[in-house]
């Protein structure tokens, strides 16, 4: 016998390849890694999450200008409550001021921002219906918010004021000034 003689055991019919547990083992390994390649790739791809700014310095230079806004609001003890109607798609709110000088504006812009995603965001002008009483149908809101914490903000380009809905089931969120 030659140094390729095979060996009397390993010689007749043997398991096939794909019945040794070794094989699965080496195939395995760099299956999972291109497997959970693709879910990496498309996980990152639906969910974008935006952080970075474009705009980082415009941003950076308009909070001083929030900060005085949200000031004038407490100077004028503004306070807001705001109530979503998802049966009605309707928006709510009412603006009290404990400055007798103050004379609510013809319109205020709501912002509803979703508190993970950017893309959720909902901004409307609400107009004014007399006594500090603001109205406005959302047909974004109709069946209610997406799930998440939203937070609200009420301004015009002299003040502004802040709230937060815990979770998209509440429905009234009090909103009052709130420097930064």
């Known amino acids: ?36 390649g693709v879910v990496m790739l498309v996980l990152s791809v639906e969910s974008y999450d935006g952080l970075v700014a474009d705009d980082y310095y ?11 806004r949200a000031r004038a609001a407490a100077t004028l003890g ?17 603006l009290t001021a404990t400055d007798p000088r103050f004379q609510p504006p013809d319109t205020v812009a ?3 921002s979703h508190a993970t995603r950017a893309a959720r965001d ?15 149908r959302l047909p974004e809101l109709d069946g209610g918010l997406p799930s998440g914490r939203w937070y609200l903000r009420l ?3 002299a ?3 802040d709230g937060a ?13 709130e420097p930064g």
């Open 58 to 68: 415009r941003r950076g230079l308009e909070i001083n200008r929030a900060v005085e």
């Open 1 to 36: 016998m030659g140094a390729w003689a095979m060996s009397p055991r390993s010689q007749g019919p043997g398991r096939p390849w794909y019945r040794e547990p070794l094989v699965w083992l080496v195939l395995g390994i760099p299956a999972s890694a291109v497997v959970m």
């Open 165 to 177: 809905l815990p979770d998209a089931s509440a429905r009234v969120a009090r909103l009052l000034p």
């Open 155 to 157: 301004e015009t380009d």
């Open 122 to 136: 909902i901004v409307v002008d609400l107009t004014h219906g007399g006594g500090g009483r603001y109205v406005q």
């Open 78 to 94: 503004l306070e807001a409550r705001v109530e979503i109607d998802p049966g009605s798609a309707t928006v709510r709110a009412t």
């Open 110 to 112: 709501l912002r509803l």
């Open 159 to 161: 003040w502004r004021v």
